[in-house]
C-alpha cells in the first residue's frame, strides 16, 4: 500500500530558527515529490516539486531534498518567520495519483 | 489568484438535497481532479479526469458523481449525501502526469 508519512504532526519555534520537516514513503517507485503549504480555509499552493530523477530543490528560504531509495524527503526553512506559520503537506505522485501525508502544522512565534 | 477557481466556497447541504460543486480552470491544463479533505486525515484523492475521460475512480460511493464537459470544466454532483461526507473539497488541474498540480481554494462543505 502506498503510504506518505510526516513527522512531526505539529511545531512550534521561535522566529529565526531553521527547521526541517520530514516526509517518509513506502513505494520508491515515484514519479515525483511535492510539498505544499496550506493556510486554514484555504486550498494548497506548491512550493517545491522534485522529480524522481532529481536529488533537490531549492526556493528562496526553502530546499527540499529527495532519498528515493530510502524514501525520504525533507524540508528545510531557513530563517523562519510568523508568515511561514502554516500546515505544510508532503505529497508523492504515483501514475495518476498523488499520495498526501497528513501533514506539519507549524507556528512561528514572534 | 490561484488559476484554478472553485463554487461555491461554502455550501450547507442537507441529506436529501441534490447539489453540485463546480471548478474552472484557464491554465491550459488537460488533467483534472477531485480531492476529499477531511478533518485530521490526508487528502484522498477521488477522480481524475484526463483528456476530458475519467481515469480513477478511487472506490468513491456512487452519492458522488463527476463530470467533466471539457478541459476547462469539472463538476462533482453530490445527492443524498450523510453528514460523514461533510468535509473541504479540492479540485486541482495539471498539464500531465508528472506537472505540479494547481489546486483551487476549495468548497467547505456542511451536510445536516
Known amino acids: 500500500k502506498q503510504e506518505v508519512t510526516q513527522i512531526p504532526a505539529a511545531l512550534s519555534v521561535p522566529e529565526g530558527e531553521n527547521l526541517v520537516l520530514n516526509c517518509s514513503f513506502t513505494d520508491s517507485a515515484i514519479y515525483n515529490l511535492q510539498w505544499f503549504r496550506q493556510d486554514p480555509g484555504k486550498g494548497l499552493t506548491s512550493l517545491l516539486l522534485i522529480q524522481s530523477s532529481q536529488r533537490e530543490q531549492t526556493s528562496g528560504r526553502l530546499n527540499a531534498s529527495l532519498d528515493k531509495s530510502s524514501g525520504r524527503s525533507t524540508l528545510y526553512i531557513a530563517a523562519s518567520q510568523p508568515g511561514d506559520s502554516a500546515t505544510y503537506l508532503c505529497a508523492v505522485q504515483y501514475g495518476n495519483k498523488l499520495v498526501f501525508g497528513a501533514g506539519t502544522i507549524l507556528r512561528v512565534k514572534s | 489568484e490561484t488559476g484554478v477557481t472553485q463554487t461555491p466556497r461554502h455550501l450547507v447541504m442537507g441529506m436529501t438535497n441534490k447539489k453540485s460543486l463546480k471548478c474552472e480552470q484557464h491554465l491550459g491544463h488537460n488533467a483534472m481532479y477531485w480531492y476529499k479533505q477531511s478533518a485530521k486525515k490526508p487528502l484522498e484523492l477521488m477522480f481524475v479526469?484526463?483528456?476530458?475521460?475519467?481515469?480513477e475512480n478511487n472506490s468513491v460511493p456512487s452519492r458522488f458523481s463527476p463530470e467533466c464537459p471539457n478541459s476547462s470544466h469539472l463538476f462533482l454532483h453530490l445527492h443524498t449525501l450523510q453528514p460523514e461526507d461533510s468535509a473541504l473539497y479540492l479540485c486541482?488541474?495539471?498539464?500531465?502526469?508528472?506537472?505540479?498540480?494547481?489546486f483551487g481554494n476549495g468548497t467547505r462543505l456542511t451536510v445536516t
Open positions: 486541482a488541474s495539471s498539464r500531465q502526469n508528472g506537472s505540479p498540480l494547481h
Open positions: 479526469y484526463s483528456l476530458e475521460e475519467r481515469v
